[in-house]
Structures are given as structure tokens and as C-alpha cells.
């Protein structure tokens, strides 16, 4: 269970406010019109941004002056957060030991993740020499590894075309069922809501609105999502 309880944080003009709950094991799309919060909402989760007001607990647990790294969180961007000098096996590796130096069975499981997600044979290669949709099974492998009970992706497959997308969302949910983790996914395309998550988490006019299933809501729009969605 993730939950924000009476959040407020403000940025410059901007004000965000959160109150609500979302169930663990939860797969929920954060969707709203561009500047609308989306990913002031998850730096919040993530620990990137302070509240000025309210409370973010994890499980029960506090985690509102957690440091990013402390969070029972891992956070995917866009970018997928690889190291280009770094082996594709000791980027995943970071998952376990930030200093790298990893004990024999870590060696094993992290071999045995990239099998997981089809990149066994390439644990050699450095970022560059691997397609965008291998670069994101690297970063899948790691949040694998890491089994936090929250995942937060900021437009994380937002680069990729449709075929890809599919294949790294497939990917994305067979790891949650793995690790039971409750994933947050902004995104700016209503079909990978509607295929990958049953509620939805809509931030319009400085609200963080608690969730709501998902087809329904876009179905019928309220007319700011409407408008943004087109
Ligand atoms: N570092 C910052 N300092 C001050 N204001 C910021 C900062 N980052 C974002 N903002 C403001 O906060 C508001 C929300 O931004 P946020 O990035 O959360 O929106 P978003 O919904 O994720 O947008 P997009 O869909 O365009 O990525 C915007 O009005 C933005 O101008």
C-alpha cells in the first residue's frame, strides 16, 4: 500500500495536492495534461522532492525524509539510468551492491535475472552496443533484482514504438507479478494505460486524484482529459 496522506508541495506558481491510497500489488497509470504534476508526483514517492505538508508511507511505513536510496523504491526514467562504462552485467549488478564487489551467489542471481528477461550471452556488453529495447531489459533486469515494493516509471517506454512498448509493458508486468511490487506509471499514451494498468491516477488542475479504473475514466473523460487527450 502506498499512500499520501494530505500532501501538499508547491514549486515556483505550481501547488500539487495528494490524498489518497493506492493497494499494494497495484498496477496504476498516472495520466494528466502536460505540467499537470505527473512527475512531481512521483518524485514525491520517489524521494527526489520534499511535501511541504502531509505524509508518504510505504506499507505503513514513513518514508516522507527517507533519502531516494533508503526508499523501499526503484524508479525508472526514460533514460533507463544505465552507466555506459559499465558491463550490461554490472549495471544490473548496482541492483544489489552500489560499490559493485559482488559475492559469488549475487554473480549467480544477477546471471540468473538477465536469463529472466532474454539477455543471457550479452552480460559482456556495455550499454552502447545494445538496441534500445535490450538497453530497457537491462533496466527491467535490475528492478528485478532490487524486488522493491514500489516501481515508478516516468514515461519510461515513452522512446520506443509500438512493438517494443508491448513487448518491455509484458515484460514490466510479468516482474511485478514476480516481486508482488505496486507499480506507478506515468504516461502519456491512453492504450498503455488501458492494457497495463485496471486504475488510474488522474493530476489535473493541482490534484492528485485517488485512483479509479481505468477504462471507464476513458471512456467518459472529465473535460480537461478530454481536451488533452484529444
Ligand atoms: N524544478 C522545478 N522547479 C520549479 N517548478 C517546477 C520544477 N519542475 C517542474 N516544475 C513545475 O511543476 C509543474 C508540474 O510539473 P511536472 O513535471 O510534475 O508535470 P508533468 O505532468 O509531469 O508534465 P509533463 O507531462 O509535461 O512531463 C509545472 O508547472 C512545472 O513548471
Given at each position: 500500500?502506498?499512500?499520501f496522506?494530505?500532501?501538499?508541495?508547491?514549486?515556483?506558481?505550481?501547488?500539487?495536492?495528494a490524498?489518497?491510497?493506492v493497494?499494494?500489488?497495484?498496477r496504476?497509470?498516472?495520466?494528466?495534461p502536460?505540467?499537470?504534476?505527473k512527475?512531481t508526483?512521483?518524485?514525491?514517492a520517489?524521494?527526489f522532492l520534499a511535501?511541504?505538508r502531509?505524509?508518504?508511507?510505504?506499507?505503513?511505513?514513513d518514508?516522507?525524509?527517507?533519502?531516494?536510496?533508503?526508499?523501499?523504491v526503484?524508479?525508472?526514467?526514460?533514460?533507463?539510468?544505465?552507466f555506459?562504462?559499465?558491463?550490461?552485467?554490472?549495471?544490473?549488478?548496482?541492483?544489489l551492491?552500489?560499490?559493485?564487489?559482488l559475492?559469488?551467489p549475487?554473480r549467480?542471481?544477477?546471471?540468473?535475472?538477465?536469463?529472466?528477461v532474454?539477455l543471457?550471452?550479452?552480460e559482456?556488453?556495455?550499454?552502447?552496443?545494445?538496441?534500445?529495447?535490450q538497453?530497457?531489459?537491462?533496466a527491467?533486469?535490475?528492478?528485478?533484482?532490487?524486488a522493491r515494493?514500489l516501481?515508478l516509471l516516468?514515461?519510461a517506454?515513452a522512446?520506443?514504438?509500438?512493438?517494443l512498448k508491448?513487448?518491455?509493458?509484458?515484460?514490466l508486468?510479468?516482474?511485478a507479478?514476480?516481486t508482488?511490487?505496486t507499480?506507478?506509471?506515468?504516461?502519456h499514451?491512453p492504450?498503455?494505460?488501458?492494457?497495463?494498468?485496471?486504475?488510474?491516477?488522474?493530476?489535473?488542475g493541482?490534484?492528485?486524484?485517488?485512483?479509479?479504473?481505468?477504462g471507464?475514466?476513458?471512456?467518459?473523460?472529465?473535460?480537461g482529459?478530454?481536451?488533452?487527450?484529444g
Amino acid at each position: 500500500m502506498l499512500e499520501f496522506d494530505a500532501v501538499r508541495v508547491t514549486r515556483g506558481p505550481f501547488t500539487l495536492s495528494a490524498d489518497l491510497s493506492v493497494p499494494k500489488g497495484a498496477r496504476v497509470a498516472v495520466i494528466g495534461p502536460s505540467g499537470s504534476g505527473k512527475s512531481t508526483l512521483l518524485s514525491l514517492a520517489g524521494g527526489f522532492l520534499a511535501p511541504d505538508r502531509g505524509r508518504i508511507r510505504v506499507e505503513g511505513r514513513d518514508i516522507t525524509v527517507l533519502p531516494p536510496g533508503q526508499r523501499p523504491v526503484s524508479m525508472l526514467f526514460q533514460d533507463q539510468n544505465l552507466f555506459p562504462h559499465l558491463t550490461v552485467a554490472q549495471n544490473v549488478g548496482l541492483g544489489l551492491r552500489p560499490d559493485g564487489r559482488l559475492s559469488d551467489p549475487q554473480r549467480a542471481r544477477v546471471a540468473q535475472v538477465l536469463d529472466e528477461v532474454g539477455l543471457e550471452g550479452m552480460e559482456d556488453r556495455r550499454p552502447a552496443n545494445l538496441s534500445g529495447g535490450q538497453q530497457g531489459r537491462v533496466a527491467l533486469a535490475r528492478v528485478l533484482l532490487r524486488a522493491r515494493p514500489l516501481l515508478l516509471l516516468d514515461e519510461a517506454f515513452a522512446a520506443l514504438g509500438p512493438a517494443l512498448k508491448a513487448e518491455m509493458l509484458a515484460l514490466l508486468g510479468r516482474i511485478a507479478d514476480q516481486t508482488g511490487a505496486t507499480v506507478l506509471m506515468v504516461t502519456h499514451d491512453p492504450d498503455d494505460a488501458r492494457s497495463f494498468a485496471p486504475q488510474t491516477i488522474l493530476v489535473e488542475g493541482g490534484v492528485a486524484h485517488p485512483p479509479v479504473p481505468t477504462g471507464p475514466l476513458l471512456d467518459d473523460p472529465p473535460p480537461g482529459l478530454r481536451a488533452y487527450l484529444g
